[in-house]
């Protein structure tokens, strides 16, 4: 159980399979530096290229092609003091009647107050005097890489993770990302110092990180990445359209009742029909993502 | 302000331009009688015909086309102690290649315990023998005449409202249609003592309810369905896919935001951007129903 | 097997259970007029409101609930000198990104040239000199009233029928309606003298017509509309996505070859693998419509 | 100007980047084999995995990045007497309610009768006894290596090409590729001796090929496939959900026609809104393929 203190020096824009810049122990802990969306480091200074460049990849010694490598975020510290986002809403999440009147895209500039925990706009906008919500720190983009040898651009998406966006991976969840190759090849970046549903201005709060994850390998399969807060499961779909996403997510939580918690498929409809969460991750990038969730206080392990 | 006692005796399987059974004036309340989704009443008695037969219409005196009626659910109380569902999940939910495996369709009764506050599979399920979620009643169909002579199932939705079966639609919410004709021609039903997101069964727990309503026609003009909780102002988006769904609802926040919140279309994507919830009101229906939400924390009327 | 030349006096917005405006029998024969999408006729005067004005409901004697009615179309023959259509792309065949750059919609006239068989932009425009397509009459909006009570409006379809776009529905064709009302109540309207596949400027070439279509009674049972020309059979499924409209065609289809050709689903997939069409009805109408055809050639009837 | 004759010895199943296997000139002509989308070749021998083993990479020299690598489809010659398909219908063409129907997946061998000229099921299947469409050779898959150190398997498709299952890459036929690394790398297999729209049985019918295809550089950049028949010029769109990949195509073809047709938006809406043929590819792969097509009868090259 070593902590690696690692200090990325290239940084990539594909999650493939490429030579790892660290081996770790299973049980082992990172504590790394992940830069921003746009490349830009905790001095603000341009290191990398578009889209999401990523720190890793990281071999988790003992991770074999069909396991499962569970992610711990023990913690995310903004390594900086602002962060930025872009302007108006993304056409993605508009009616495209609506489109033509949207104003010209523009990037602004936050500060993140760590003392005061919140997030605030530099430049003053109307209406927003006051807006100053929490700093909620998460990963936008991260994970494994995928199978058969192939390279997925860190702006999208699929079965290994990858650009998700989505608010729960956040310290003290753990994420499950299914392993295609050996040693996992565990990738990160991307973080967010705050971020609404479905990343509909097409960033978070974006800036540099401090981030601390610990990893496990667990001796079983899963097809689509899942996750575990306090006091929630969560299973993620990725795919366009969101219909799609939901499919993927609904159809892995429907699989993990069965497996852990002793609920076949008739006793899964049961408790997802009444109590299911669906959140959205993304409806931003080329695939979209859709998170199935269950609180924990109505499962009992089996 | 009178509070009217309606028990019907008719009920209807489409939204659409039908003589009125009640004429109330603006500002008046409601108390009804309605159905399950399949007919049947508070003794179990079939009195109409599937889909989600809706009692009314109902006429708001000074309810004219581009107006909006804002209706304040005061009340929803189960009617009879038993509701059902259906197991297990919908095809709509299920990756395709899933659905070979489904268990074949079935009904299960629930207990409505009224006293305890929960609801209860009659017949137990293993793993699920403590599974005893708390009432919460909402409306499933609920909506107004649409425009152009036009009737829509029961079944489905669209910007007069219908069948969004969106948990938030629970006392204390206020939900506004767009008025298409004259008296606005009210229709409500489809009572659920208990929902997930997406009615990925296909149904909530199906009973018979007493409903409260209390009407006030707005002279102003809305494109979708929003709503006001004690805590939220949400949009909602009816259509296929999903991602359709979503768009109609985002722009419709948007638009609210600029009407009453002070925000123009940056300003309030900078809001959104950081703080918009999005729900799945449900997955099921010919047309999907998502929810853009906003807590109320964040807005100040101007 | 009487012609009947009918004269509208009014027109209809929706397909819906109206009054008949004439009862004729089964085999009879329909000469009638129909004005443009707009609710101009033959003279260019405004008759009737947007969108698709239609002429009937025609009562069908004999027609019911389960029955399918089948329309041969005999003839189509414009009934005057121009038509209009719509510049640019509609928004829902471009890309999201390009919407912003789309020049502002126009309305332009066409001279329908009978004479010489084809159709030319009054204006010239540079580039289009010597554009002059053939006239290729075709039926826009069709349909029989839906199920339950529905009204749909004319700028949508669903299996009823309804505004579908398809250019196969021309003269020669014979189009098929699931019944679902007593009479069948069958509607027709919105005549293109062209249209591109996908009736991507929003419009065909919208102009009166005077038509010609004759009714036959079938005692079978169909989902969604079914039509044979002289080279093809074909299916019909209205919906959206595109993907959900395919599916409806596609399983149509299959079904179609069980019934009439001798072909189970495994045989029938062995056939349409290999010469399957698909056809784009429209990709601009809240649903949208996909035909699935197979070449007659190809095909027994058993 | 020279023509190679290259024997593969290994097989890609992705399209990345990747150590070329043979450098060639622009203008130059290969003469290559391919094997099945299962890895069979010529003697029905597996040498390959799935999903479709390709040919390649070819390096083009003069191929830079924003290049366009035409490909002109020579001859497409199957190499064996056999090939074979699934039935029945695949999950994504079906109704979810109709899949529980669906009969077991099979795997059926054809004869591939170049004397003849046709091809026909080996095994007899009811009312399929005389069924022997025409040999209609075709690329399911080829493209180059897409930008950014991205691989995709050959299972899908993007702007780089891949997995689009045209009927219409077929000899005579000239297909354009976005070149986005040095040389473009150009893979190519997954020959189909036959396939009808959509390959909605999962294939078409699968064989091994000797292929020859001649390579122009084009000093000019383009955003998605484009392709030319002797009748016809279309573009390329590949994405989920069909809409999408209609959206891609569309605009390709409007940027198209004022790039080398001297159409301004406007006069390019006029021109498709009247003649735009939509073709399916596929309706199977993880990305959807959709073709829009112009005869080249309307166009004058300026």
Do not use: K, T
């Given at each position: 159980m070593t902590t690696h203190r690692f200090t990325p020096s290239k940084y990539f824009n594909t999650l493939g399979t490429a030579e790892p810049v660290l081996r770790v122990a299973n049980g082992d802990t990172i504590v790394t530096d992940t830069i921003d969306?746009?490349?830009?480091?905790a001095r603000e200074v341009a290191v990398a290229s578009r889209p999401n460049p990523m720190t890793g990849p990281f071999f988790i010694e003992?991770?074999?092609?069909g396991d499962t490598l569970a992610v711990h975020i023990e913690r995310l510290t903004p390594s900086r003091a602002t962060g930025w986002t872009y302007s108006p809403l993304a056409l993605t999440v508009l009616d495209p009647a609506a489109v033509a009147d949207r104003p010209a895209p523009q990037r602004a500039v936050w500060d993140i107050d760590q003392k005061a925990g919140t997030v605030r706009l530099q430049q003053p906008v109307a209406g927003l005097e006051d807006f100053a919500p929490a700093i909620q720190p998460m990963i936008g983009c991260f994970g494994v890489a995928p199978a058969g040898g192939q390279a997925f651009s860190t702006a999208t998406s699929a079965q290994n993770g990858g650009?998700?966006?989505?608010?729960?991976?956040?310290?003290?969840t753990t994420a499950w990302f299914p392993v295609?190759?050996?040693?996992?090849?565990f990738y990160l970046g991307d973080g967010h110092a705050c971020q609404g549903d479905g990343e509909i201005v097409g960033t978070g709060i974006e800036t540099s990180f401090e981030m601390e994850v610990t990893f496990t390998v667990l001796k079983r399969a899963i097809t689509w990445p899942r996750g575990e807060t306090a006091e929630d499961i969560f299973t993620i779909g990725n795919a366009r359209p969101l219909d799609q996403a939901l499919q993927h997510a609904t159809t892995e939580m429907s699989k993990w009742l069965g497996e852990d918690?002793?609920?076949?498929a008739r006793a899964a409809s049961h408790l997802m029909g009444q109590v299911v969460r669906y959140d959205v991750g993304?409806?931003?990038?080329p695939a979209f993502t859709v998170a199935c969730r269950i609180a924990k206080k109505w499962l009992t392990k089996r």
């Open positions: 969306a746009s490349g830009l480091d003992g991770a074999e092609p650009n998700m966006d989505y608010r729960l991976f956040a310290p003290g295609a190759v050996p040693g996992a090849l918690y002793g609920l076949d993304n409806v931003f990038n």
